[in-house]
């Protein structure tokens, strides 16, 4: 898988701006699915199996960026974040435009990080000496440039939230030789802008189970007192976050087929945070939901790191629940 | 190119003189239904009040486009009287106190006069004259004997409409202007498309009226025609201001991105493309907070293709906005010519 890792993090496809992602995907999956569809809003949804329950599975294809918000009269291009990008994370980042252009973020003399952006004082510097030559303007969306990097046990890479749950869906696809539902592999779109591919592909899929595949931050870290998460210790099922309860049913489903194929797991609980599970569960007249989570260090950094193991638990764990008849 | 003449000038007085505070949009349904009754195949009142008008085209592959420009505008309402002719109220929508005290107010579909009071100069200690003055602090006070006026009224500003020269001065000219730009619209719909316009209800509560219309109308692909803030003023300092939102006499301002919606990039090019070969000026509103109706046309149904335009205007959501009459013709012919030139093409990924 981590040739497939690699190539699917080393894409650029921000919030709304889908399109590249969306290709290499179908790439991968086209030989696999019964049936691929792409909705209004540019959700990928590849079906496989028909007639029994419908499971929709969603892994959000999008990730983190910036968008430039004004060309000042030296070239410098101002910027608004795209989904939750931490400030301290961006001095001296890497950015690279939809457009190909490439750019670096300057903040250098300026203290306190943390106030930078919403005081829009950071800048791309793309090399331009006026809003003439600049090679951007105001709306033009940039993604994170940081190389894929294998560290054997572990994998580092920008965008592993959620490329990661990406990579295990395509992986589980292609696993999944036959299966009782009818399975639909949900790639939704804009996800870090407050869940909204889940919320229109949701409605059109209308599911009877609906499972986020996502990454969860791992805490297992110096600094940190309470540990609760862990790279290694297999996936996550989630009880609660700010946006959604995982359906015990549901839950109960997962425990029993992890056991059943000695596979490692977390319960998770979380205080914070929101999947596309949030969006699923309250389309038409509801659905249950879970969300199924990679732990992941350094979540919306440029550098997130996920356990191998973890992830071919994942595709594994994911497989084994598909091959069977579920009951709620 | 469509133009703005007297009679659109005084369509726009009629309407930003109208009162409808969200929740009340009755006036401005009478006068948008008087202005289209005859040109629309459907006119339509749903059950939140949204008035929904249908024009088809004629010919194949015609693409079915929702407009949406919202009637509501931003108020009050009266939640406590106090004494004769005294009440504690709230604001409807977006509204800072600060802009608040001293104003000439218009109180329930009456329109009785009153104003906004707090206290005055003489009794007001000279370390408090720099603070704000707090909602709680402030009272409508529309003078005795008006048993007519009652808690749960709403009030807005009394502001009537100025031309000024090339400038309009008027308040609601959020979303005034776009409700005037739907109409021209309607009047001149291109027969290449099914025009779907929806003049919307609470949209400075929280965009609820566009909900429940989208689902409705169940478009193609749809547009928000608002108005947003320009704050293009240079700076005190001489620096460049980098955060203006808009400019004034930049003609329509499109979106990118906004608290709400991203706009679909196709929509964005469409709409800008359009620009450039009919040699409208345009520009791009400074991605950033806020919303329109599109943030919740997008997310209705399986997903609406989505974007916006709007008319850019200084002093927003205060007792009077000010806007070129330039800016708003630009904005109704980028969006006809847009329109003229609608094909599934622009929805091709």
Known sequence: MKPLIKKLTETFSPSGYENAIREVIIEEIKDFADEIRVDALGNLIARKGSGGKKIMLAAHMDEIGIMVNHVDENGFARFSSLGGVFPQTLVGSRVKFVNGTSGVIGAHFLKRPVRLVMNNKMYVDTGATSPKNSPIQVGDVAGFERPFLDLGKRLVAKSMDDRIGVAVLIETLRELKS???????????????????????????????????????????????????????????????????????????????????????????????????RAIQLTHAGVPVMTLSVPCRYVHSPSEMVDYGDVQNTVKLLTKFLEKKVEL | MLKIRKTQLNLLEKLTNAVAVSGDEGEIRKIVRAEIEGIADEIKTDAMGNLL??????????????????????????????????????????????????????????????????????????????????????????????????????????????????????KALDDRLGVAILIELLKNAPANIDLLAAFTVQEELGLRGAKIAAHALAPDLALAIDSTPAYDFPMHDGSENIRYNTKLGAGPAIYTLDGRTLSDPRIIRWLSETGDEKKIPYQYRQPGGGGTDAGSIHLSLAGIPTGSVSVPGRYAHTAMGLCRIKDWEHSLNLLHEALLNLSPKVLAR
């Open chain 1, 179 to 277: 299966t009782p539902h009818e399975v639909y592999f949900v790639f939704t779109v804009q996800e870090e802008v407050g869940v909204r591919g889940a919320t229109t592909s949701a409605y059109g899929v209308n599911p009877d189970i609906g499972i986020a595949l996502d990454v969860t931050g791992a805490d297992d870290v110096p600094e940190i007192d309470t540990k609760t998460i862990f790279l290694g210790k297999g996936p996550t099922f989630k009880f609660k976050d700010a946006g959604s309860l995982g359906d015990p049913r549901v839950i109960e489903l997962f425990i029993k087929t992890a056991r059943k194929n000695k596979i490692p797991y977390q319960r998770e609980v979380a205080t914070m945070g929101g999947t596309d599970a």
């Open chain 2, 53 to 170: 008008v249908t024009k088809r085209g004629k010919g194949k592959n015609r693409l079915r486009i929702m407009l949406a420009a919202h009637m509501d505008e931003i108020g009050f309402m009266l939640v406590n009287k106090e004494s004769d002719g005294i009440f504690q109220f709230e604001t409807i929508g977006g509204i800072d106190p600060r802009q608040l005290a001293g104003k000439p107010i218009l109180v329930g579909r009456e329109k009785v006069p009153g104003v906004i009071g707090s206290a005055p100069i003489h009794l007001v200690s000279a370390d408090e004259r720099g603070s704000k003055i707090p909602l709680k602090s402030l009272r409508i006070d529309v003078g005795l004997g008006k048993p007519k006026v009652k808690v749960g009224d709403r009030a807005t500003f009394a502001t009537k409409f100025l031309r000024m020269g090339d400038s309009i001065r008027a």
